[in-house]
């Protein structure tokens, strides 16, 4: 199914058209759907299987097309660390580009101006805020938190949350909203305490299985931990070194192909892009010439992870760490297919260390970390758990909040 079969606002398909993204994935399928309805939810998912996109895409969509007051908080997404709001902050973001409707994260450990931006989209209203349990209970033992008009709450990776001791803060937060509410539950387990929270807050609700299914095992895995300028240089020397009759590069953003693309063409090895940008007409040709073997490189959008039936891939390179595991499953499930053999090569910069400690989470091991050449010089230390993508500058083009 595609995303515009799926009836949302065409400001919301031009942010997923803006981001790479064209087919929904079971797993929105099967959650979006009763969202649009209007329905609570009750869905066992593990991080990494698509569920974010699953929930914001309908949300922003009720929110752009049903009457609500900006001067309240209309949703409110809680998760138990602030990695995680980071990184659904970052989703929205991309999601929500073309449109008006406002967020904010707000978790612990930022400095005093932190709080501050924090108190004041909180007290003259945000659209959807994206929170950990602690620091919202800080805000709302203030007493300034508007939410008499909230309309929508998902409790994401709830499970962990109770697993951390949130329950009372959980219980402490849900007092404060309106009783008349969308609830929407995810959890990667149900255990009875889980059913406890369940049968207090939700209401009729839909119950979701979403499982994901792990990568052949025949893929031979490797990522290598890199600085964002080193990613062009090592994928060229990969190229250029070694014999690949068949290779598709993906990358999370059209422009990044683009570049790539270019560069591998400077570089004189035969690639070609494929993404939306390029026509029926244009895609079909560009398959044909790599299915003959015209062409050795593919460089493309997740456009080309699902539904495309190209064998005898050698090679799946990831220039960039994929939003979520199941789409990492799925580029790579591009190779390694009718019982052969495959290999897999991600690059991970120091913003995507944790996205991608979240995949090899989900996957239940660890990937096997490659060494770069010295010529390339020093590349960072892989330790997710120490960095804090919130100390990272602002990626250029995004748009504050």
């Known amino acids: 199914m595609k995303f515009i079969d799926l009836g949302l606002d065409q400001r919301i398909l031009d942010g997923i058209d803006a981001m790479g993204y064209e087919t929904a994935t079971p797993v929105q399928q099967q959650v979006m759907v009763p969202i649009l309805e209007g329905k609570d939810i009750i869905a066992a998912a593990q991080t990494g299987t698509g569920k974010t996109a699953a929930f914001l895409l309908p949300l922003l969509h009720r929110l752009l097309t049903t009457q609500h007051d900006s001067h309240d908080i209309n949703a409110m997404v809680i998760v138990p660390t602030r990695e995680l709001a980071i990184q659904i902050a970052e989703s929205l973001e991309g999601l929500s580009y073309f449109t008006d409707v ?12 932190s709080f501050a931006a924090e108190k004041k989209a909180l007290n003259t209203g945000v659209d959807i805020v994206v929170c950990t349990p602690g620091r919202m209970i ?3 033992n203030m007493g300034y938190v508007k939410l008499k008009g909230l309309k929508y ?44 929270l369940a049968r207090k807050i939700l ?12 990568p052949p ?8 931990v890199v600085y964002e300028p080193q990613k062009v240089p090592i994928i060229t020397d990969m190229l250029r070194s070694n014999v690949y009759k068949n290779v598709i590069v993906f990358c999370s953003k059209k422009q990044n192909v683009k570049q790539l693309t270019q560069e591998l063409k400077r570089a004189k090895l035969a690639a070609e892009e494929i993404h939306s940008d390029l026509d029926q007409k244009a895609r079909e040709q560009v398959l044909q010439d790599f299915r003959n073997h015209k062409l ?5 959008t997740d456009i080309l992870s699902r539904g495309i039936d190209i064998e005898e891939i050698d090679l799946v390179i990831n220039y960039d760490v994929p939003n979520d595991g199941e789409d990492y499953i799925h580029r790579i499930g591009r190779t390694a297919r009718a019982a052969t053999t495959g290999t897999a090569f991600t690059l991970v910069s120091e913003q995507e260390q944790y996205k991608f400690l979240a995949i090899e989470e989900l996957l239940g091991a660890p990937v096997t970390k490659g060494t770069v ?9 892989y330790a997710p758990k120490q960095r804090s993508r919130g100390n990272f500058k602002q990626r250029p083009g995004h748009k504050k909040r």
């Not at 050795?296 to 493309?300: D, K, N, T």
């Not at 050449?373 to 230390?381: D, L, R, S, Y």
């Open 153 to 196: 709450l998902v409790l994401d990776e709830a499970d962990r949350m109770l697993d951390m001791g949130f329950n009372d803060d959980i219980q402490k937060i849900i007092s404060f909203l309106p009783k008349q509410r969308q609830n929407l539950l995810f959890s990667a387990t149900m255990p009875v305490k889980m059913r406890d």
């Open 138 to 140: 800080a805000h709302l």
């Open 203 to 214: 209401t009729n609700p839909v119950e979701i299985n979403i499982a994901i299914s792990k």
């Open 296 to 300: 050795s490189i593919l460089v493309a």
């Open 373 to 381: 050449p010295p010529e390339f010089g020093e590349t960072p230390e």
């Open 217 to 224: 095992e025949q893929i031979i895995q490797k990522a290598f």
């Open 102 to 113: 406002s967020s904010i994260a707000v978790y612990g450990g930022g400095d005093g101006s």
